[in-house]
């Protein structure tokens, strides 16, 4: 009987032997399988855009990734590229909410690489009608009437390179434009913000009451960082030449 017993438990080890052998040699397969993928990208980043994000990658040097999949959002929505593209421009992000971003290497066979994810919060409508339009004044320099806007930059916004004011000056009665056009700044530069600017306008009587309607495109900052799409912010000021 004792031997009998002996005989079973022995068997039962060799069988338990067995099935680990094969479970670890199914894990050296499956390891040799993950190696034969696609590349993963590297140093996938991401620029803050309204409505929209950009993403960039740094495309692997292996010879099997031949495509670039970019899956988002809560329902996986997909942009397929047949070439190894190094970045995109996802559009069309509403939500007012924060997107996470997955960007997949494919073989020819449609194998997906491991992952390189980033999440990125677009600008949104909210945020935009959320900006507090610069004020707009009247100042004399130099014995001549200007227009001056204070407020450009802000803790929500900026004014630089590329930003513009687009400006009319209206009579009282609303009867007569004086003067339009398009106010820039050529001393701005990409590293620059301004938070004021003047506009000579001889044209202004002493004396007169005038409406200036304008639209400022500002960049909104978000994290303290200046996002790559400028907004508009619009207002109509009364002013008062003394």
């Not at 309204?50 to 692997?60: K, N, Q, S």
């Not at 227009?147 to 009282?172: H, N, Q, R």
Request: charged fraction near 20%; proline fraction near 4%.
């Amino acid at each position: 009987m004792k031997r009998k017993y002996i005989y079973i438990v022995g068997s039962l080890l060799l069988f338990a032997g067995l099935i680990g052998c094969e479970d670890m040699d199914n894990n050296y397969k499956q390891y040799l399988q993950e190696y034969s993928y696609s590349g993963k990208v590297e140093a996938l980043r991401s620029y803050i855009g309204f409505e929209r994000i950009a993403l960039a990658w740094d495309v692997p040097k292996d010879q099997k990734s031949k495509q670039i999949l970019v899956e988002y959002g809560a329902d996986k929505q997909q942009k397929l590229f047949d070439h190894m593209v190094d970045s995109v421009v996802i559009d069309g992000l509403d939500a007012a909410t924060g997107y996470d971003f997955a960007v997949y290497t494919l073989d020819n066979a449609g194998n997906r690489s491991v992952p390189a994810t980033i999440t990125a919060l677009p600008i949104s409508r909210t945020m935009v009608d959320n900006l507090v339009p610069p004020t707009c004044s009247y100042v004399e320099v130099d014995g001549v009437p200007n227009v001056y806007w204070a407020g450009l930059s802000a803790v929500s916004m900026a004014f630089c390179k590329y930003s513009y004011i687009d400006y009319k000056i209206i009579s009282e009665d609303e009867s007569e434009v004086v003067t339009k056009g398009c106010l820039k700044n050529a001393d701005i530069t990409s590293l620059n913000r301004v938070s004021e600017l003047k506009l000579p306008a001889p044209q202004l009587s002493k004396g007169s009451t005038y409406y200036v309607d304008f639209t400022a495109y500002v960049y909104p900052i978000s994290s303290d960082i200046v996002t790559m799409d400028s907004v508009p912010v619009n207002k109509r000021t009364r002013i008062i030449v003394e």
